[in-house]
């Protein structure tokens, strides 16, 4: 069952006018309504299904700089910071530890890979370092694998997802941001080719901006606006064990499994080498974008006609403001549960430190995550619709970086000076 997260009340409509609309109620776009609602910006956040739903509800809560690529490291540092004072921004727990994470080696060739990312970072002081196998045994004892090495940052950590995105939701409502659930916004209203409004499924609402923070819908969104925004879906597979003893809290991540300890005392594992891609027409389309990516990858990717498939081909691709859109015929994408890999990660997680052997899986769910051809999120205007912004795209890494994604977001919606250099994730390098 997918995780819920802590209720938030959220608004029962919205006012006829504002000046920023946030689509999307995931976590980053609501890090954005936060910003803005700080600063006294009205702004209102529509939800097509429940808040932090899809992704946002469903990830394994790291926190990490760690083997991203140099230029978006600055944002997960910067997102460090502002998960560290989260908890007091917001005034409620967030489920955020400095507990490091470490990636595990199994050959020499893997240590190189980690050993070639410590280079290209290390003009970013990082504290990640390599570390030996004794070193391994003495982090997280107990331990039963062969490694050859491994990559360990003591500053990153993780937060819980299931607390995340409601204790943020609560503080932007609390701040005066309007956040409504089940509305799903059809297309923008434009005037002489800028944003005017939005056309929700309950009728306009009139704003200077848009901030279009619809995961892995924004690619529908903008492709009947006559946009193609290159993502792909990639569907992983994840679960929860009851609250247990475990051999430390750092996140740990083998070549074929994943844990990580929450403040409950339960864990979040998942098969990390398996990756289901079910078939889409965008497969077709864009997917010769995504060739290199594919050759790099150390995991496997299985390809799948699936009933996703299915579900993409029926739903439309073009309609207009007065049409039923795809977003209310999908309200939450929630693809079905890989057995078989939560399966595999029991028994690769078994193998390699035995107090895992056989864990109860107490939940289990799977989420689709919205992949860019380099795995960078976009996030900036939109040259040809001015007024759209966009926060999208996060390539199954984008719950560490939210809290400064959000803000570079709100940031470039207000013209303020970003948070970060904001050109890595420039829509107009696709
Ligand atoms: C299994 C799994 C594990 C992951 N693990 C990690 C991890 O450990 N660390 C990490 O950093 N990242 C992780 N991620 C990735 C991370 O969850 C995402 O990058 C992040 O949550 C993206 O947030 P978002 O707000 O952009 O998107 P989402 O959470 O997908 O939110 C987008 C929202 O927009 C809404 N929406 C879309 N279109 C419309 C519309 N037209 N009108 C109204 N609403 C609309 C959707 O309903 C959705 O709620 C993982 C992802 C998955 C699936």
């Known amino acids: 069952m997918a995780p819920t997260i802590t209720p938030v009340e959220t608004a029962p409509g919205f006012p006829p006018r504002t000046s920023v609309v946030i689509i999307g109620g995931g976590i980053v776009g609501l890090t954005a309504a936060l910003t803005l609602a700080e600063k006294n910006i009205p702004v209102v956040v529509l939800e097509k299904g429940r808040l932090a739903g899809e992704q946002s509800s469903r990830n394994l809560g790291w926190v990490r700089k760690t083997i991203r690529a140099a230029p978006d490291v600055p944002l997960a540092i910067a997102a460090d910071r502002l998960w560290a004072e989260m908890a007091t921004r917001v005034g409620a727990n967030v489920g955020y530890g400095r507990t490091g994470i470490m990636y595990l080696d199994r050959t020499e060739a893997d240590v190189a890979g980690h050993e070639d990312w410590l280079k290209s970072v290390s003009h970013l002081s990082l504290d990640s370092r390599l570390v030996t196998p004794s070193e391994i045994d003495e982090l997280v004892p107990g331990g039963e694998g062969k490694w050859a ?131 889409t027409l965008d497969h077709v ?108 795209g996060f390539s199954g890494h984008g719950f560490g970086t939210s809290p400064a994604a959000g803000q570079l977001a709100a940031e470039l919606v207000t013209g303020e000076t970003p948070i970060v250099d904001p050109a890595p994730y420039r829509f107009e390098r696709f």
């Open 285 to 392: 389309l864009i997917g010769m974008r995504y060739l290199s990516q594919l050759r790099g990858n150390r995991g496997i990717v299985r390809m799948k006609v699936e009933r996703e498939t299915i579900d993409d081909l029926k739903l439309p691709r073009r309609w207009g403001p007065a049409d039923e859109s795809p977003f209310e015929k999908r309200r939450v994408m929630d693809p079905p549960t890989i057995s078989t890999f939560n399966r595999e990660a029991v028994a690769n997680l078994g193998a390699a430190w035995p107090l895992f052997k056989g864990v109860e899986i107490k939940s289990a769910w799977a989420g689709t995550m919205d992949i860019t051809p380099d795995t960078h999120p976009v996030i900036g205007p939109v040259a040809s619709i001015p007024g759209l912004t966009l926060a999208t």
């Open 149 to 279: 090495g491994g990559l360990y940052t003591p500053s990153d950590g993780h937060a819980d997802p299931t607390l995340a995105a409601s204790a943020i939701a609560k503080a932007a409502i609390s701040k005066g941001a309007v956040v409504v659930e089940n509305c799903a916004v059809r297309t923008l209203s434009l005037e002489a080719g800028r944003v005017a409004g939005v056309v929700t499924e309950r009728g306009e609402i009139r704003c200077d901006h848009v901030l279009l923070a619809g995961g892995l819908w924004s690619r529908r969104f903008l492709g009947n606006l006559g946009i193609s925004l290159p993502t792909l879906p990639l569907v992983c597979s994840a679960f929860r064990s009851p609250p247990m003893q475990g051999p430390c809290k750092i996140g740990v991540a083998g070549p074929d499994f994943s844990f990580c300890q929450h403040q409950d005392g339960s864990f979040i594992m998942t098969q990390r080498a398996a990756l289901m891609a079910p078939l």
